[in-house]
């Protein structure tokens, strides 16, 4: 999750997007792979609980100078379904 977590903290709303994918994808995996249906394996990659709060963040970040309305709806749209998502 480390190199998930500096993707996600990058200037390019694209790369973020990409890597919340990645996110997305490896939860979904280890809640597949997991021994009982309540298991929070996936709590024990490092850097998780950072990567859980930079998403958070991204769900609600205020737009600035330049910032088209629309993408950033799109981010915190996304960041706030896989959130839910994930938990």
């Not at 792979?33 to 930079?54: C, K, L």
């Not at 991204?58 to 981010?75: F, H």
């Amino acid at each position: 999750f480390p190199a998930l977590l500096h993707l996600l903290e990058m200037e390019d709303r694209s790369v973020r997007l990409a890597a919340g994918e990645g996110v997305v994808s490896i939860v979904e995996w280890a809640k597949r792979n997991a021994s009982h249906p309540d298991d929070n394996s996936v709590n024990m990659f490092t850097g998780y609980e950072d990567v859980i709060n930079q998403m958070k963040s991204l769900s609600i970040e205020a737009g600035g100078r330049g910032t088209s309305k629309k993408e950033l709806g799109n981010q915190r749209s996304f960041f706030y379904d896989a959130l839910a998502y994930m938990q």
